[in-house]
């Protein structure tokens, strides 16, 4: 796939089908279920014939103990903080990610100078080591943990630019999380992953479905705009992430026994698919995957409806595996008011 070809990936997505906040409770959000295998017999194949209009909590139904669910289990930090100058003027802060010892990489809502100090809510303080075009490096003077700690209390999660009014910041702590976080680390919430309950997870167990989990740390760049370059030299950018290796072996063991593994999330399936081309259980992974490709480890997933021309939607289109197609789903959602993006419905594609 090539750069210019990105333009037949976009969409117009009507203002109000923005979601704004979660459902509630949250597996009640609606779900579009697309069968890529459903087939009838003397019927034109149509992109009609193999959708469903349903919702998260009826997810069950739609599987049986043949399925494996992988989740992530990254957790969102409070990344987003005011800092002040020493002239009294506020600066937005961004941490992105841990850069070793007590720095870390962040974005800054103005050009802030190298060894400038900025004071943070409630009394931290964080110097400017340098700059690498559009982000800064800066020393938090706490260890990753300590710091950690200090955004739990002042942070506020970093919900993305089209949450126009976010609720209090107590509040996005609960919604934009979800309720089997446990690593820390993301400055963006796994979305797909925010339609389970705990309710609905026994069910799923109690249907004789696994449940096993990985860890992907999702950084901004999963909703940077594509570049030139990033289909030229066929990579995305960094995110970190660990498999247990008992976890892996589990995994494995079902595939070659014949069971299905349902990703749940773009962050999950690019983890299962690198662990598949690389052999490595822990790193980093850069995997861009456009159409046409071939996966090699994920039979299903589970996703949110994605901003046009995205990386994330030229993923789900991969693995529907045709663009008019996917595009036809999308205007499904649209037409029967499916609510988009982080706090937004989802698709299971089986």
Known sequence: MKFADLKDFDYVLPPNC???????????????VYNRKYK???????IKDKVTDSAFNHLPEFLDDSYVLVCNDTKVIPA???????????????????AGRTHFKVMLSRFIRQGETLTLQGGGAI????QDEKYFFVD?????IEFIRYLNKYGTMPVPPYIDKPDSRYKLKQEY??????????????????????????????????????TLHVGLGTFAPLAEENFETQTLHDETYEVKKDVWQRLQNAKESGKKILAVGTTTLRVLETIVKTETLTGKTNIF?????????????????????TSLLLLIAAFIGDKNKTLDLYQHAISTNYRFYSFGDGMLII
């Open 18 to 32: 923005i979601a704004q906040r979660p459902a509630s409770p949250r597996d009640s959000a609606k779900m579009l």
């Open 40 to 46: 009838v017999e003397g019927i034109k194949e149509s």
């Open 80 to 98: 987003r903080i005011w800092g002040k100058r020493a002239t009294g003027g506020k600066v937005e802060v961004l941490f992105i990610e841990h």
């Open 127 to 130: 110097t400017v080591i340098r």
């Open 140 to 144: 938090t003077h706490m260890s990753y």
């Open 177 to 214: 999380q979800t309720v089997f976080a446990k690593h820390e680390g993301s400055v963006a919430a796994p979305t797909a992953s925010l339609h389970f309950t705990n309710r609905l997870l026994k069910l799923l167990t109690g249907k004789g479905i696994s449940i096993e989990y990985i």
């Open 289 to 309: 995957i456009t159409p046409p490709y071939q996966f090699q480890f994920v039979d299903a997933m589970i996703t949110n409806f994605h901003l046009p021309a």
